[in-house]
């Protein structure tokens, strides 16, 4: 499936962004040379608990996981982001209560594995990848949900641009985690 996605090219002649389903055998290799470059910046990401950032614990971190659809966003062939959709894990399913939400895999999808190289960041890749993403995740009459780490300033603002709404947050492993939500009628 290849949709050529709403991404902003600097000028009329510039190449379209498209968004396509991932395919390792054309994009592993690339995408974890993308993580390899994220992961020396500050804050890297992933965090240094999920990654030491070396190149094997990077492909094992992008390992498939149950209900994981992924996509990637390619300018001219270049790999320049990522996201997955998947089953919510049961630290969502665990604190949905708390919140006031009633969280599963018939009722939501969990972003996850999303990231833009720094190279095209402010670029609207991230909007085409999220966008394509709340999308499947509607399709099935689900809403889309993600957790954020209290400190990813840019992240939050985005999520926040992108119009969903922090429905609370919890305690996990790597520290304070912000929940977000899509709207019932999509965001
Ligand atoms: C979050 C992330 C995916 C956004 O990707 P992006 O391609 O730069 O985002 P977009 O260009 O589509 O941004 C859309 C809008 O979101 C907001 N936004 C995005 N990044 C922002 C930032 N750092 N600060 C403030 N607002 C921001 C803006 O309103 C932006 O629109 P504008 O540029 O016209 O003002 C990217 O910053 C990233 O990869 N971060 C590191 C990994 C990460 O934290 N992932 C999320 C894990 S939960």
Redesign the pocket.
Known sequence: MRDVAGGLPDEATASPLVVERYDAGRHKKALVALLLE?AAVDPP?PSRLSSDGTAESLESWLAAEPGAVDWVATRDGEVL?HVRVTDPHPYLVAHGPAMGVEIDAQTHGE??K?????V???????????TTAMRHIESSERRPV????DG????I??Y???GLVEIGAFDGEEGLNHVFMGSPEGA
């Open positions: 994220l990401y982001g972003v996850v999303f990231f833009v190289s720094t095209c960041r402010r670029d609207g890749v991230g909007r085409s990848l999220l993600l957790a954020v780490l990813s300033t840019g992240a603002a985005f926040n641009a992108m």
